[in-house]
């Protein structure tokens, strides 16, 4: 019998940061699981980043020479053709999918906006890590894919490699959705972990950042801003429901009460984010909240603990569904990426 014929995938990337390499070196190792468990050849046409613009080719880069090369070595030395920028480039070329893993600013989610309005506007489904496009502007991106007849995935902005957005939309399709309860972010976890060990909040901190969790400016983790934004992509993409920043209650780790700083010690403190329908199926008024909360010892979100985060979704008639899982680490940011470009090639 012969060899069963592959589905080649042409991929255009923005961003070859830390995802962005992780995935490119993960297509390339896993080429044979791909050919063989899903009938897939990847092959990466284009690359494109903020500072060095894009580069394509046809016929596929040569990704060990992409990886290899200093990160400030020019992308055009390494393709056909390059552009000033990557919109520019993703404009003027062809991919089955686009991949987009830049870091992009809560003010206004660019670029990487930018980048995804126009991939689907042409009809070319989207794969995403990047949180405040999808947070910002994640209904209308979704109706857009809808309208286009295409797909935008955006799985690793919420829990990295741990699946809930597919388990939610897809796992509980028909099901009238409540609310939503969730330890989302695992730098903040860590933190709050190690001082239920009996460290304190400066040295707590300064252990994730030597473990790499936490960034020498921690503040968008330790003040709640990264699970604003993961907060409302959830919203958006699970339930519908567009947020803006301000619609979100917030409240970081970094000034706890007393109470909260001896329930913390005890171990009992989580940052809790809360999404909230005054009906059910998500209609009605809708209140969300980012911020320390005590939990009791039954709660399943107190299980979760270090760099595991953790989802309770009530929905009726199912009652409360909990997903636990490890939600740090550009592996299972890229993991999380992987597996949306498989789903996405698979349903070409």
């Excluded at 992009?104 to 990047?130: C, F, K, Q, Y």
């Excluded at 990295?160 to 939610?168: E, Y």
């Excluded at 959830?234 to 301000?246: K, N, P």
């Excluded at 005054?278 to 979100?301: C, K, N, Q, W, Y």
Aim: charged share 20%; hydrophobic share 45%; glycine share 14%.
């Amino acid at each position: 019998m012969g060899a069963t014929a592959e589905t080649p995938i042409r991929v255009a990337m923005v961003g070859f940061g830390t995802v962005g390499r992780w995935l490119a070196r993960a297509a390339a190792a896993r080429s044979p699981t791909l050919a063989e468990r899903y009938g897939l050849s990847i092959s990466f046409v284009g690359i494109g980043t903020e500072r060095h613009g894009y580069v394509h080719a046809p016929d596929g880069l040569d990704l060990g020479a992409a990886l290899a090369a200093p990160r400030d070595r020019p992308l055009g030395e390494l393709g056909d053709t390059h552009w000033p920028t990557a919109a520019e480039g993703l404009r003027a070329t062809e991919a089955d999918v686009v991949v987009e893993v830049t870091g992009s600013r809560g003010a206004d989610g660019e670029p990487g906006l930018t980048h995804i309005r126009e991939a689907l506007e042409r009809g070319v489904p989207v794969v995403t890590s990047n949180k405040w496009p999808i947070a910002l502007a994640g209904v209308e991106l979704a109706a857009l894919a809808r309208a286009r007849g295409t797909a935008l995935c955006a799985e690793a902005t919420v829990m990295s490699g741990t699946p809930v957005l597919r388990c939610l939309r897809e796992g509980l399709a028909g099901a009238e959705p409540v609310g939503a309860r969730g330890v989302l972010n695992a730098t903040v976890n860590f933190v709050l972990t190690e001082m239920a060990g009996g460290s304190s909040y400066a040295a707590a901190l300064a252990a994730a950042q030597r473990a790499g969790l936490a960034e020498r400016d921690p503040q968008a983790d330790v003040d709640g801003h990264d699970s604003v934004a993961k907060l409302m992509i959830l919203s958006a993409l699970a339930f519908g429901r567009q947020l803006d920043i301000g619609d979100v209650e917030c409240r970081g780790i970094s000034d706890l009460t007393e109470d909260e700083r001896d329930a913390t010690r005890a171990g009992a403190v989580r940052e809790v984010t809360t999404l909230k329908f005054a009906e059910p199926g998500g209609r009605g008024e809708v209140s969300a909240s980012v911020g320390p909360a005590v939990l009791g010892e039954g709660d399943p979100l107190a299980s979760a603990t270090g760099t595991t985060c953790a989802l309770a979704c009530r929905a009726e008639p199912i009652g409360e569904v909990t997903l636990i899982g490890p939600g740090a680490g550009p592996q299972l940011a890229g993991q999380g990426v992987l597996s949306d470009l498989i789903s996405v090639a698979l349903s070409r």
